[in-house]
């Protein structure tokens, strides 16, 4: 309970602009090993491939503890959906406004029909229901990412996985 109230603390904060944020550069390679390191466990136990490709020199102004979160968040789903066999893949790039980090997935897939919704608070998608969760988790990654003028969204096809991408602005544009 008390976990589930924080997450909806740090939601409604996010999303009126009252979040404390602490904005440092970031490198967008080491945040990304990072989390794949917290998460090589949980993937060689699910029997999911997890891999990362990230350059060096990525690197963004964000909130290092909110951005590590929003990441954490989404590799944590993508190998909760993703059966046995399949891969997961946290990817890095730069393009012309934005530097963007995104998690790709061989799983399940989200219907069409379930993408609008998936972001709202306590929404859980039909295929979702069967694992634990309360949620918020995808409330949480859009609210945070948002909160330090970023963004983020979702190709997914039933059946082929998903691909989630958070953007942020480059240092450039900043």
């Known amino acids: ?16 602009g009252t979040m ?12 990304a090993a990072e989390v794949i390191a917290v998460y090589e466990d949980a993937a ?7 891999t990362v490709s990230a350059p ?5 102004a964000a909130d290092r503890d ?3 979160q929003a990441l954490a968040n989404l ?13 997961v893949h946290v990817e890095a790039h730069r393009s ?11 799983g399940a897939g989200i219907p069409e029909h379930e993408i609008p919704r ?29 909160a330090q003028g970023g963004t983020v969204a979702v190709e997914s096809q039933p059946g082929r996985g998903s691909t989630f991408t958070i953007s942020l602005p480059n240092l450039a544009a900043l």
Do not use: C
């Open 1 to 16: 309970v008390l976990s589930m109230l924080t997450t909806l603390m740090d939601i409604s904060e996010a999303e009126t």
């Open 118 to 146: 998936i972001w709202d608070r306590l929404y859980r998608g039909d295929q979702s229901r069967t694992t634990r969760g309360l949620g918020l988790g995808l409330s949480l990654v859009r609210a945070s990412v948002e």
């Open 56 to 60: 060096d020199g990525l690197v963004v």
């Open 75 to 87: 590799v944590d789903n993508a190998i909760k959906y993703t059966p046995s066999g399949g891969q």
């Open 20 to 31: 404390r944020l602490n904005v440092s550069r970031l490198d967008l390679a080491k945040l």
């Open 66 to 68: 909110r951005l590590r």
């Open 44 to 50: 060689e136990d699910a029997g999911v491939a997890l």
């Open 96 to 106: 012309d406004g934005a530097t963007s980090i995104s998690v790709r997935d061989t």
